[in-house]
């Protein structure tokens, strides 16, 4: 089982990925905690089918601004600890490495339509990636 992280990835956390189970126990968790954000319907791995692997190039437009890419690459995932208007909890990251260096992003955004997308050859967005 992972310890909360409270603060930025370490190259400890490169290689070691969240289990199915930690990662199933969490997003029902959040159904039924959010279930206006966590709908009933929606599966753990959004639009895509897996746990992103070592090594996945992940790519996103920084405020949908087509002069803005950003590329990283996925090196593991983890558990940080959260503090919000109900309490303390938990959320899983993705470790990634972006510019050269050691960071993190939600699971949820990597996971969710219009967020980060699989390779570095994303078009740039349109207006009608969203309507």
């Not at 968790?29 to 966590?38: D, G, I, L, N």
């Not at 959260?82 to 949820?108: A, C, F, H, K």
């Amino acid at each position: 089982m992972y310890m909360f992280e409270n603060d930025d990835p370490t190259p400890a956390d490169e290689g070691k990925f969240l289990s199915e189970a930690e990662l199933a126990a969490w997003f029902q968790s959040m159904q039924r905690a959010y279930p206006e954000v966590f709908k009933a319907d929606e599966t753990l791995y959004g639009v895509f089918n897996e746990q992103h692997s070592f090594g996945q190039k992940l790519m996103t437009y920084f405020d949908d601004d087509p002069s803005k890419p950003m590329k990283c690459e996925v090196l593991g995932s983890r558990m940080v600890k959260d503090e919000q208007g109900r309490g303390i909890t938990q959320s899983p990251r993705y470790v990634i490495r972006m510019n050269g260096e050691l960071s993190q992003i939600p699971w949820t955004s990597a996971h969710e339509e219009g967020g980060w997308w699989r390779g570095w050859d994303v078009p740039p967005p349109t207006s009608s990636w969203f309507s």
